[in-house]
């Protein structure tokens, strides 16, 4: 009973280097969101995939890319890694419908030095 | 555009008594809203949610939460509170596009014996 699930859950990057988080949801959900979350401000959407092979940017995109893989994966990619990304990232993942909640994965804790 | 306001940082409440965690809202259309429980160095937890009828929604571990549309709230609400409530909690609103969740800043709940 998986539900989403996040990779890794600790990377420390130095400024300037490049990484992906990976995301995998085993619920058939068709949406999909990667947020970060930062003290005081709660969750900020960053990218969000409504259907395999659709993506969209939300309040904070810049600095980051995503890529829909399939329906179960979701990776959020930072080229060039900065302290200002230092955060927690969650992806999480929704089946289509109006009523339905987002699921959320464990977290993926960044620090960026 | 679509946004929560969670107005207290911080709620203090002794074991035992009733609890009440304020959450309001301001969204274009009808709203869709929604309460989510995180817990240290985990993900969030779904706890309820306001799509029609009742305004008063009941919802996992004893929480309940009352829609106001008048008053634009929906505070997540314990008649007697536990020393495992302590968490961080989230409210949040659905964009009317179906996708986009847009949450608050959270409210840190104390509960103490």
């Known amino acids: 009973n998986a539900g989403v699930t996040q990779t890794p859950k600790f990377q420390v990057l130095k400024t300037g280097q490049s990484m992906t988080l990976q995301c995998a949801q085993d619920m058939n959900h068709n949406s999909m969101y990667w947020y970060r979350q930062d003290p005081g401000m709660g969750l900020r959407l960053i990218y969000y995939s409504a259907s395999e092979g659709t993506t969209d940017k939300g309040e904070v995109p810049n600095g980051y890319n995503v890529s829909r893989l399939n329906k179960r994966e979701f990776s959020l990619r930072l080229e060039s890694a900065a302290p200002s990304q230092t955060s927690v990232y969650f992806c999480?993942?929704?089946?289509?419908?109006?009523?339905?909640?987002?699921?959320f994965g464990e977290g993926s804790w960044l620090t960026v030095v | 555009a679509q946004s929560v306001a969670q107005p207290e940082d911080q709620v203090n409440v002794a074991e035992g008594n009733p609890l009440t965690v304020k959450c309001t809202y301001s969204v274009s259309g009808n709203p869709y809203l929604f309460w989510y429980v995180q817990y240290p160095n985990r993900g969030l937890q779904f706890l309820l949610k306001y799509i029609t009828g009742d305004n008063l929604v009941k919802g996992s571990y004893g929480f309940e939460a009352e829609f106001n549309k008048s008053q634009t709230s929906f505070h997540l609400k314990k008649p007697s509170a536990l020393v495992s409530d302590s968490a961080l909690y989230f409210c949040?609103?659905?964009?009317?596009?179906?996708?986009?969740?847009?949450f608050g800043s959270g409210t840190k709940l104390n509960v103490k014996p």
């Open positions: 949040a609103v659905r964009d009317d596009n179906f996708n986009k969740f847009y």
């Open positions: 999480a993942s929704r089946r289509q419908g109006s009523g339905n909640t987002i699921y």
